[in-house]
């Protein structure tokens, strides 16, 4: 019998996805961390891994490095086993952990320079030059920076030898938000560059405007998976407005009627207030048939969105 591999080509238009999992599994004695777990990064893309603390984000990440075994299930990284890539598929990622401890009189320079004997080449200036972009002091020991000055060494660390695959574990903890920005830029950078990233966060709005995918996890599940897009049209938007008190009535009765429309104030003077979700189309319909003398639709929050679908109040059932 002849078995013919399964080998996508270029001419089918997909790419072997940069990390691949499927049914992955990890149980701690009757502690399920990670359920069936199938996830898909494109190569060169931005995902981004979002859910609350104890949805199983670190448990993934550390699987997808081999720093624990699955119980279960396969993954794919760069095409490789992360379990028989061994150092020459690790010197392919940079990796940032989540619970990053950095000890010692050594100094960031001298740290680096010793994770770079690990992580391969290292292009001269590279490391200088992140570490400025974060607005980071190389000359200090590693025991006196503050957590974020620590999380920027972590930083420096992963992304220096630019790597194909970053693996960013709640990457902008500690940072303020000048250098949240500046740590955006560089990951939509990296993508730009043909890198990889897959970083995980508890806060989506943080990572929103750099990720090209999300995906929502929730007690070690996908719960939620799509563009950034995707989940906008899913969002929830707040509108404030007013229209001719006249109609002021009339408008309440119509936006009550509407499935989209939640917590909705409508004053005899015609100021109104709403939640909305999902599209603003139906909302606009209405609104068209009245004078409208004032229209405020505030950019989604993406996290509340989130939040709201899947988070502990929502209604699974
Ligand atoms: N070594 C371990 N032993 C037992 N349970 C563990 C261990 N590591 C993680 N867990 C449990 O697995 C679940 C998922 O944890 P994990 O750290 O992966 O979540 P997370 O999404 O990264 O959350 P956080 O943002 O709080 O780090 C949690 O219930 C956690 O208590």
């Known amino acids: 019998m002849c078995i013919v591999p399964f080998v996508l080509s270029a001419d089918d ?12 599994r990890k149980d701690y004695g009757r502690r399920t961390a990670v359920r069936g777990l199938n996830l898909a990064v494109e190569p060169g893309t931005v995902h981004g891994l979002i859910g609350p603390n104890g949805a199983g984000k670190t448990t993934t990440l550390r ?5 624990i075994r699955p119980t279960s299930g396969e993954i794919r990284v760069l095409g490789s086993s992360p379990r028989r890539g061994g150092p020459g598929l690790r010197r392919r990622i940079g990796y940032l952990p989540g619970e990053l401890r950095l000890e010692g009189r050594v100094t960031g320079r001298n740290l680096l320079r010793h994770y770079a004997e690990i992580s391969g080449v290292v292009a001269p200036g590279a490391a200088e030059e992140f570490a400025g972009r974060l607005d980071l002091d190389l000359t200090r020991p590693v025991r006196a920076l503050s957590k974020g000055n620590k999380q920027k060494l972590g930083l420096v660390q992963a992304f220096m030898h630019r790597p194909e695959l970053l693996v960013l574990d709640e990457p902008t903890s500690g940072l303020d938000p000048l250098v949240q920005r500046e740590f ?4 939509r950078e990296a993508r730009d560059a043909g890198q990889t990233v897959l970083l995980s966060s ?5 990572i929103q405007q750099a990720a090209d995918r999300v995906a929502v996890l929730s007690a070690g599940s996908v719960v939620a998976e799509g563009s950034v897009a995707d989940l906008r049209l899913t969002a929830v938007r707040h509108v404030r407005g007013a229209v001719d008190s006249a ?21 005899d003077s015609g100021r109104f207030s709403a939640v909305l979700d999902g599209s603003p189309d139906p909302l606009l319909k209405v609104l068209a048939e009245h004078r409208v003398l004032d229209l405020v639709v505030e950019e989604p929050d993406l996290e509340e969105s989130v939040l709201a679908l899947y988070g502990p109040e929502a209604d699974h059932a």
């Open 13 to 24: 238009g997909a790419m072997t996805p940069a990390v691949r999992t499927d049914a992955l």
């Open 63 to 67: 699987m997808l490095l081999d720093i």
């Open 184 to 187: 955006l830029q560089l990951v």
């Open 202 to 206: 508890h806060v989506l709005s943080e």
């Open 247 to 267: 109609t002021a009535r009339e408008l309440k009765a119509e936006l009550d009627a509407l499935p989209q429309v939640r917590e909705l104030e409508v004053a």
